[in-house]
C-alpha cells in the first residue's frame, strides 16, 4: 500500500517538473492520434454523409460493417498494418513499419468508422422539414445537404471525440506498428506498458494519470456539445 | 405580374386515396389568393405541387416569366418560396436564419445584413436577433419563416397555413404581416386556411377546394 502511495507521490513530482522525455512521450501521442483523427474525418465524414443521403442497393450491409468496425480490437488492425507494412507485406517498399506514419495508418483505421457510423446517424436523425425548407429557400442540392450536414453539427462533433478518445487510449495496435522505440515511436500508452513491464511504477502512474486527464477533458467536452445541442429539439 | 403560374389537371393520390383531382387554376393576377377548404381536403398538397416540392401524379405546373415558359429549374425555384406549417428552423440564430436564402445567393455581407435588418423589423423580431432561434415561441417562430421568405422578395410566395399553431395574439401580428406585404404589393401571395373569415380578411381572391378540385368561392357556407 505503501509503495502505492509512493509511487503516486513521485507520479505528481513527475507531472510537475515535467521534463523533455515526459513531454516528447505525451506531444508525440497528440501527434499521432490528432493526425489520424483528421484523415479519419476527412474520410468517414463524407462517407457517413454520403450513407445519409443517397440510396445505395447495399447500404444497410454497409452501414452493419461499419458498426461492426467501430470494435474492431486494435491488436487485429495493428496485426493487419503490420503484415502490409512488413518487408515481405504489398507496401513493405515504403519502409513505414516502425515510424510515427504507421501509427496513424493504425489508429485512421481505428477511428474511422467510428467518425463514420456515427457521422451517418447524425446526419440521418435531422428532421427531414429541414431538407424542406432549405429547397424552399432555394438551395441548389449540395447546399442542401451542406444545411443538412451542419443541422448534424453536434451529432458529428461527438463522433469525433470518441473516436479521439478510443486512439488516444489504445495500445495494441499502436505497440505492433510502431515497436515502442523511445524518442521515436514511444507514445504515452506504450510507455506505460512497457514501464509497467520494467517495475518502473512512477513514470507509468504519472502517464496514467495525463492519460485520464486527456480522457477526462475529451469527456467533458463531448458532454458540453451534447448539452449544447439536445439545448432545442423543437423545430 | 412577372411570373405566372398556371396548374393543370393536376392529380396527386397518397396510398390509393385521391387527394387532388384533375385540379385546374390560372393565377393570372396579381394580389392575394386565400385557398380554402377543410382539413386534409388537399390545400396543402396543392400548394406543394404548385411549389415544385412534390411532383403530381397527372397534370403540369406551368409557370410563364414575361409570356414565356420557364425552365422548372433552381432559378425558377429561387423566385418562388413556401413558408411550411412547420417552419423548419436552422439551428443557429435568428439573424443567420433569416439570412439563410442570401447567403446561399451568394449576396454580400453588408446587403445581406441590410436585407435582414429590414425585415427582422417589418416582422418584429429586430430585438431577437441573436437569439438561438430554436428558443423562439411558436408564434415568432412563424414569424421567422415569413421573415426568411421575405427576404428573399419572392415573386410568388406560398403560405401553408400560417397561423394555423400560433395563439390569437400572433395570429393578429401574421395577419398584419400579411396585410402590409400586400399594401408592399409586388409579390402574388397563395395562402391556405381553412378559417373562412381570416380568408376574406387577408385575400383579393377566394378558391376552395373540394373533392379534390379548385375552383373560385361562389358559396360563403359550403364548408
Known sequence: MSSIVEGFGRAFSLILHLDAE?????LLSLKVS???LIVATLIGLPLGAFLGFRTLPLKGFIISLLNTFMGLPPV????????LLSRSGPFGFMALLYTPAAMIIAQTILAFPIVSSLSHSAIVAVDPIIKQASMTLGATPFQVSLTIIREARY?????????????????GAILIVGGNIAGFTRVMTTT????????NFELALALG?????ISLAINSALHLIQKKGSAGIKR | MNLRLTATHISKSYNGNRVLDDCSFSFDRSGTYALMGPNGCGKSTFLRICALLEEPDAGEINYLSQGHPANKDIRLRRRTTLVLPRVGVFNTTVFRNVAYGLTIRGIRRKEREERVM??????????KRDQGALTLSSGETQRLGLARALVIEPEILFLDEPTASVDRKNTEIIEDIIMRMKKG????????????LQAERLADFLLVIKEGNISADRSPLSF
Open chain 1, 209 to 213: 494519470i495525463i492519460l485520464l486527464a
Open chain 2, 118 to 127: 429590414k425585415v427582422l423589423h417589418f416582422v418584429g423580431l429586430d430585438e
Open chain 2, 185 to 196: 404589393g409586388r409579390s402574388t401571395v397563395i395562402i391556405t386556411t381553412h378559417d373562412r
Open chain 1, 192 to 199: 506505460i506498458a512497457l514501464e509497467t513491464d520494467k517495475g
Open chain 1, 155 to 171: 451529432g458529428i462533433m461527438a463522433g469525433i471525440i470518441a473516436a479521439f478518445g478510443r486512439v488516444m487510449a489504445e495500445v
Open chain 1, 34 to 36: 490528432g493526425t489520424a
Open chain 1, 76 to 83: 487485429v488492425v495493428g496485426l493487419f498494418i503490420y503484415l
Open chain 1, 22 to 26: 515526459l513531454l516528447g512521450i505525451i
